[in-house]
């Protein structure tokens, strides 16, 4: 009873916290006062920053391992930061429905990644309309009109599992206190 009690207190309020996010809150001390989760926007900040910061440091070892160079001057665009805010945001729906469905993580992860480089894709293809591309793979074996590339599939299978073990997972535990 007081189970149910306590999982009826953790998803009333409000909507704007995500789907799935109830399994997420840790549970509260009897007689804590708990705080609201982290709204939508603020979720799309964490994700964005997130994001670009990934993106450099990958850039910046990826130049080290091709180059050697020692700057690790890691490099991103703006475009960057609504195209990660949005991703890892939909990631977070995407993860509570296979979640719900019971998926395991090797199927989770394989669902991920096919959704980046559909992301990837979608977002290369408008940015080159609009002559704002900024990454080019064409010089890679195995890529699509140089807007995505095979060889980055374990890279970003990986970043899918922080992503979803790590980002999202941390970034729903966060409650905001008055």
Known sequence: MEARQLKARRTQGSN???????DEAPE???????????????????????GCLCEVAFTAAWDWCSTQDRRLAGHSS?????????AIYLMEILRAR????????????????VFIYLWEFSWGAVLRLLGACP??????????????????????????????????????RIKLHN
Do not use: C
């Not at 704007?16 to 109830?22: A, F, I, N, R, T």
């Not at 705080?35 to 964490?46: D, E, F, K």
């Not at 296979?98 to 990644?113: D, E, F, G, K, N």
């Open 98 to 113: 296979l979640l719900a469905q019971h998926r395991p993580l090797p199927v989770r992860l394989m669902s991920y990644t």
């Open 78 to 86: 703006l475009w960057a930061l609504p195209m990660y805010a949005t």
């Open 135 to 172: 990454w080019d793979y064409s010089g890679y074996r195995y890529n699509l009109g140089g807007l995505v590339t095979l060889e980055y599939a374990l890279p970003w299978t990986v970043a899918a599992f922080i992503a979803e073990q790590h980002v999202i997972r941390n970034t729903l």
């Open 28 to 50: 509260e001390p009897h007689g804590s006062v708990s705080g609201r989760p982290l709204s939508a926007v603020v979720r799309l900040y964490v994700y964005a920053l997130h």
């Open 16 to 22: 704007d916290q995500g789907p799935g996010v109830e």
